[in-house]
């Protein structure tokens, strides 16, 4: 279905937003000419117009809109902002055919909130085989060997390959509801150790790294090998937000101090921010290390 937005503020030139790109001032400026859209005011009252900066043609334009379309500008902003992402991969020589996967892929890798930096490419061409399309991604950790942990807003998912993990052929999944958790942690002494996963109704036993039979953690269904700091700090975070997606979906909320927001809902609140115009990506970045401690 086409998509076409009209918008007028109070004494201000009219435009509109469609699939073609912006009209403004009876000038098509098509998506390759638009660049830069920011929100220059969010308005407050009725008698104030909201206005969003964007660079049309290589000049700077203000694009107003009335208070009582302040919503509708929201949802013209949001796409506005993936009609540039679309540049941005055509740009990059993604083929037209493949480019609504190459868009659901950038939009995982906006939500992520914690994964391996150094193995981030190697992570998502697992996590596009893995996780469902309807299903958000927030965690994407890979473990000593090629075992990957997804945290998804429904799921956790453990994956397996290779011969380190009993693989030589193929791979092995395991998947676990929030609601189903007991616990998640990290079990790590001097240079190695494992993440582990636990359910009521799953039967765990000791692990041992450097066991490479049945009851090595990279063999272990529920369970991922780790080794140096850097993992165990990672996986340590992971095991916290799993914790407290296990809580909300046990009807049980993590305790939180009064008026602070678990770590999840700060850098989701951070990212409404930037998907606002209201902070720029590098801002945002450097606030979730920050929060991370990375």
Same mark, same amino acid.
């Given at each position: 279905?086409?998509?076409?937005?009209?918008?007028?503020?109070?004494?201000? #030139?009219?435009?509109?937003?469609?699939? *073609?790109?912006?009209?403004?001032? %009876?000038?098509?400026?098509?998506?390759? =000419?638009?660049?830069?859209?920011?929100? $220059?005011?969010? !308005?407050?009252?009725?008698?104030?117009?909201?206005?969003? =900066?964007?660079?049309?043609? @290589?000049? !700077?334009?203000?694009?107003?809109?009335?208070?009582?379309?302040?919503? *509708?500008?929201?949802?013209?902003?949001?796409?506005? =902002?993936?009609?540039? *992402?679309?540049?941005?991969?055509?740009?990059?020589?993604?083929?037209?055919?493949?480019?609504?996967?190459?868009?659901?892929?950038?939009?995982?890798?906006?939500?992520?909130?914690?994964? %391996?930096? %150094?193995?981030?490419?190697?992570?998502?061409?697992?996590?596009?085989?893995?996780?469902?399309?309807?299903?958000?991604?927030?965690?994407?950790?890979?473990?000593?060997?090629?075992?990957?942990?997804?945290?998804?807003?429904?799921?956790?998912?453990?994956?397996?390959? @290779?011969?380190?993990?009993?693989?030589?052929?193929?791979?092995?999944? $395991?998947?676990? #509801?929030?609601? /189903?958790?007991?616990?998640?942690?990290?079990?790590?002494?001097?240079?190695? @150790?494992?993440?582990?996963?636990?359910?009521?109704?799953? =039967?765990? *036993? #000791?692990? /041992?790294?450097? %066991?490479?039979?049945?009851?090595? !953690?990279?063999?272990?269904?529920?369970?991922?090998?780790?080794?140096?700091?850097?993992?165990?700090?990672?996986?340590?975070?992971?095991?916290? $937000?799993?914790?407290?997606?296990?809580?909300?979906? &046990?009807?049980? !909320?993590?305790?939180?101090?009064?008026?602070?927001?678990?770590?999840?809902?700060?850098?989701?609140?951070?990212?409404?921010?930037?998907?606002? @115009?209201?902070?720029?990506?590098?801002?945002?970045?450097?606030?979730? &290390?920050?929060?991370?401690?990375?």
């Amino acid at each position: 279905m086409a998509y076409y937005e009209v918008f007028k503020g109070t004494l201000t #030139p009219q435009w509109t937003v469609s699939d *073609r790109g912006i009209t403004f001032k %009876n000038t098509v400026y098509p998506w390759d =000419q638009v660049s830069n859209p920011t929100v $220059f005011n969010d !308005p407050r009252t009725r008698l104030t117009n909201g206005v969003f =900066q964007v660079t049309l043609g @290589g000049k !700077p334009r203000a694009l107003a809109y009335a208070t009582k379309d302040k919503a *509708r500008a929201r949802e013209a902003l949001a796409f506005i =902002q993936d009609k540039l *992402r679309e540049q941005e991969l055509i740009r990059s020589g993604v083929r037209p055919e493949r480019l609504a996967e190459a868009m659901r892929e950038t939009d995982r890798r906006r939500n992520l909130i914690l994964f %391996n930096a %150094n193995a981030i490419e190697d992570i998502m061409a697992i996590a596009g085989q893995v996780i469902p399309h309807s299903e958000e991604l927030y965690v994407a950790l890979k473990g000593t060997f090629k075992e990957y942990l997804f945290c998804t807003d429904k799921m956790v998912y453990i994956h397996k390959t @290779g011969f380190m993990t009993g693989h030589t052929f193929g791979s092995g999944g $395991f998947k676990m #509801p929030y609601a /189903n958790i007991t616990n998640a942690e990290v079990d790590y002494h001097m240079t190695t @150790g494992y993440f582990e996963l636990s359910s009521g109704g799953l =039967q765990n *036993r #000791p692990l /041992n790294y450097w %066991n490479n039979k049945g009851n090595s !953690p990279q063999k272990a269904p529920n369970a991922i090998a780790i080794t140096g700091p850097v993992l165990k700090g990672q996986f340590e975070q992971a095991s916290r $937000f799993i914790m407290e997606k296990a809580g909300e979906n &046990r009807g049980h !909320p993590t305790v939180v101090v009064k008026g602070e927001a678990t770590l999840a809902e700060q850098i989701r609140d951070l990212k409404a921010l930037v998907d606002e @115009g209201l902070l720029t990506q590098e801002e945002f970045d450097a606030k979730k &290390r920050q929060l991370l401690n990375i």
